[in-house]
């Protein structure tokens, strides 16, 4: 089990969101609002459960109304904006341009879009005690791809028996989808490419490496990437707190 305490994290919040429009039309995803509150403030708040106390926030789109917001948010976590405006850098880039402000060991990335429904212990939290840096470049939160909220895809990953991960070829499906969220080691990132890239190609060198591993999501995960997602999400809420 890993040793280091997680207290710092990477939020992703520069997209487009287009399949979410008309909804984006005029607010950036991460501000369209679950259960009441923005998106963002979902995972901030887990993040804060997690122990995690700084967080870097990239902004591309609609940039100023994201900023407006996280400066009205009282810490934790204390929130530093990564500006993306000039150019969109995608996951990789994103997270390689706050390297920085990450610090020296393994910290969380999230997707402002990634929610999910706690059932037990919390998911980041054990995510956290499963980290072992001396063997891991990354470690994934996994959802069930058959029985995720809003997911009709064909998965991404299998998971072997020590906890590895192998991701699926193109004609296959694989029982397991990444939930985005993860912790990675600043290493991951060695020998990556300048500018706009996605983390897709650095966990595949990982995996290659025996360095890939995942951990599977307990509770129910919600893909929320259209808005009749957000609706039925709205739903699978108010029958829990029924």
Same mark, same amino acid.
Request: aromatic letters at 6%; proline letters at 6%; a negative charge.
């Given at each position: ?34 259960? *009441?509150?923005?998106?963002?403030? @979902? ?16 902004? @591309? ?88 909220? *809003?997911?009709?895809?064909?998965? +991404?990953?299998?998971?072997? +028996? ?28 060695? /020998? ?30 919600? /893909? ?19």
């Amino acid at each position: 089990m890993g040793a280091v305490m997680i207290d710092t994290a990477m939020v992703l919040a520069a997209g487009y969101g287009k399949r979410m429009r008309p909804l984006t039309e005029t607010i950036p995803k991460p501000m369209v609002r679950l259960a *009441g509150r923005p998106l963002i403030d @979902h995972v901030l708040d887990r993040l804060a459960e997690a122990g995690v106390r700084q967080v870097v926030t990239n902004v @591309h789109y609609l940039a100023d109304v994201i900023e407006a917001h996280l400066g009205e948010r009282a810490g934790p976590p204390q929130i530093a904006i990564s500006d993306e405006r000039d150019m969109l850098l995608d996951t990789g880039g994103g997270v390689k341009k706050a390297l920085d402000r990450l610090g020296p060991e393994g910290f969380f990335i999230q997707n402002s879009d990634s929610v999910w429904i706690e059932e037990g212990e919390r998911n980041l939290s054990r995510l956290a005690s499963l980290w072992e840096p001396a063997r891991m470049d990354a470690l994934l939160l996994l959802a069930d791809a058959r029985g995720s909220l *809003g997911y009709a895809g064909a998965g +991404d990953f299998w998971l072997d +028996d020590d906890g590895r991960l192998i991701r699926r070829s193109p004609d296959e499906v694989a029982p397991y989808v990444f939930a985005g969220a993860s912790i990675a080691h600043p290493r991951l990132f060695d /020998h990556s490419p300048d500018g706009a890239f996605s983390l897709n190609p650095l966990w595949d060198r990982a995996a290659a490496r025996g360095r890939l591993f995942g951990a599977t999501l307990k509770g129910e995960w919600m /893909h929320i990437g259209t808005p009749e997602a957000l609706e039925a999400a709205e739903q699978r809420l108010r029958d829990k707190a029924a």
